[in-house]
């Protein structure tokens, strides 16, 4: 098979900045939490107070997740379900960091995930680095199941539609990795295996993580498998010029048939 006349080469490994341009045109509508404030303690004691303006947070964080108090930062929030809220913190305080927080209104239980553009690029190693917590909120008494790892999603196979522009395919292979192919967009014909982590929110609400080795970004999604079958994302990379850059992301899920293991299973 060859290569169409708007194929890219396989060898022009597109930059960060190339692919996600225009990769949340579909996303859903941004939220705005304005007037409001939440606390959230993770499963290690550290704890993140927040209050919301309209486009900024005053927060502070101690523990595993440190800022003073009165840090300030921009904020992104979505409603992906009436009482579930993505929020992302694209840090200006610090730079090469991000923030990730999803949290719901009715069971009370929230999760962080923390981004980090690493200084010096190590041979074998994604250059972005990710910390993942466990938490609750103070709005009310916990119920349901702690978010967590899952493997709920190994063997499945979808198609990720971002855009007119952007469709991608991901193949979850196990608890550690998934592969990926681009079938439309300006990475179309490149594809890899990169590091993955996938944990359960809720019932169809799932945490999706990658750390790509070929180009310093990884990103945060959640995925919505139940009735809605969307996904909200977010990236942290660095662009062609080599500094740190935030993106946007979201869009459509088609499932396209998954696979049962007989019996070895993967890791």
Not at 13 to 38: Q, V
Not at 94 to 120: F, G, K, M, N, P
Not at 215 to 243: C, K, P, R
Not at 244 to 261: K, N, T
Request: net charge negative; glycine share 8%; aromatic share 10%.
């Amino acid at each position: 098979m060859t290569d169409s006349p708007t194929d890219p080469a396989l060898d022009e490994w597109r930059t960060y900045d190339d692919f996600s341009a225009g990769i949340d045109t579909y996303r859903l509508p941004n939220s705005s939490l304005a007037g409001t404030a939440l606390t959230i303690t993770l499963d290690d004691g550290s704890v993140v107070t927040l209050s919301f303006g309209e486009d900024a947070v005053t927060w502070s964080a101690t523990g595993s997740i440190t800022a003073p108090e009165d840090t300030v930062d921009p904020y992104d929030a979505v409603a992906v379900r009436d009482d579930v809220l993505f929020v992302n913190l694209p840090r200006t305080s610090s730079d090469r960091e991000a923030l990730t927080l999803v949290y719901s209104t009715t069971t009370h239980r929230a999760l962080a995930v923390v981004s980090h553009i690493d200084e010096h690029e190590v041979e074998g190693t994604p250059r972005v680095s990710q910390r993942f917590f466990a938490g609750v909120t103070d709005q009310g008494e916990p119920t349901g199941e702690v978010p967590g790892p899952s493997r709920d999603l190994i063997g499945k196979r979808n198609v990720y539609r971002y855009s007119p522009h952007h469709l991608y395919e991901h193949v979850y292979i196990s608890s550690q990795r998934y592969a990926w192919q681009c079938l439309e967009g300006v990475q179309r014909g490149h594809g890899d295996m990169d590091l993955s982590t996938v944990w359960k929110f809720a019932d169809g609400l799932y945490l999706f993580c990658f750390r790509e080795f070929r180009i310093a970004v990884a990103s945060v999604w959640l995925h919505d498998l139940g009735y809605q079958l969307m996904t909200t994302g977010v990236f942290l990379g660095l662009n062609g010029e080599g500094q740190s850059e935030h993106s946007r992301g979201g869009g459509h899920i088609y499932p396209l048939g998954s696979v049962a293991y007989p019996d070895a299973q993967p890791v």
